[in-house]
């Protein structure tokens, strides 16, 4: 009876198929992740700081960082809108604008990062007018803040989207019962709700946009100091034949991405709570 009991809270073949998982994120994730570490140690201590600390490295960092937070802040305000939009409103061609959303996840990114690029460059569609405003785009910090929130714009949508299905619209309906403005409804009644999805969107959205590369280096204009991302110094590093001194860079974006991933899983597990609370 023991032996039953025992094996009826294991599913069959639970062994073999947690050794399968183990032993491949084994080889897919931990064993690149211990590579990266191992390299990065053959430096001392202080050559480490050194390379991690320098002016262009920090100013990459700045770059990036600034960049993609704020790129995920442009998303949230209107990731919120279009997620509102497509739940709450039908009109001809809602599939068709539901389904460009997801096109920065099906568009690879050096297409992307070329089309921007062309779009709003000097000579371009919208480069052209902007530029004649004084407004540089291409080849300018602000490129690079475009380039990230059109890849990131996804990530805050779809997040929204499911919880705002499920929302109850009774609720609404008795604040507006009670003399509640819409205005008031929605700051109220539903937008405490939705923070928490809105901020688990803008930290994967953040953390998109801290690492990516393609879609960055055709309109960034990667200028040291000025316009370098830090996954553009990392290519650069390696390309120099320093290799040591790209896994000591990769190894700081390595612990900011395990800092972004603690910060999501516990803003998804307050989202969880919260909706559980809330049944």
Do not use: C, H
């Not at 491949?24 to 994730?29: A, I, K, P």
Request: net charge positive; glycine share 8%; hydrophobic share 55%.
């Amino acid at each position: 009876m023991r032996a039953r009991a025992r094996s009826a809270k294991v599913l069959p073949g639970f062994g073999i198929a947690m050794g399968y998982t183990l032993t491949y994120l084994g080889l897919m994730v931990l064993l690149p992740i211990a590579g990266l570490v191992l390299e990065a140690s053959k430096l001392s201590a202080e050559q480490f700081w050194i390379t991690v600390s320098s002016p262009r490295a920090l100013a990459a960092y700045r770059i990036s960082f600034g960049a993609a937070a704020a790129a995920a802040a442009i998303n949230a305000a209107m990731g919120l809108l279009v997620a509102w939009v497509l739940v709450r409103y039908r009109f001809p061609g809602r599939a068709l604008l539901d389904a460009l959303v997801d096109l920065p996840f099906a568009l690879p990114t050096s297409v992307a990062g070329i089309t921007l690029t062309a779009l709003y460059a000097g000579n371009g569609l919208l480069g052209r007018p902007l530029a004649a405003l004084g407004l540089d785009v291409a080849y300018t910090a602000l490129g690079i803040v475009v380039a990230l929130t059109f890849v990131g714009l996804p990530f805050v949508v779809r997040t929204l989207q499911p919880v705002l299905q499920e929302l109850d619209r009774s609720v609404e309906e008795a604040a507006a019962s009670l003399g509640a403005s819409r205005a008031q409804s929605f700051a109220r009644v539903l937008f405490p709700q939705l923070l928490p999805p809105l901020l688990t969107g803008f930290a994967l959205a953040f953390a998109r946009g801290m690492g990516e590369y393609g879609s960055v280096i055709f309109i960034a204009g990667n200028m040291p100091m000025k316009t370098e991302i830090a996954p553009l110094l990392i290519m650069t590093k390696l390309e120099q034949f320093e290799y040591e001194a790209a896994a000591a860079i990769g190894v700081v974006m390595l612990i900011a991405s395990f800092v972004l991933l603690a910060a999501i899983n516990s803003l998804q597990a307050w989202t969880a709570a919260r909706r559980g609370g809330g049944t």
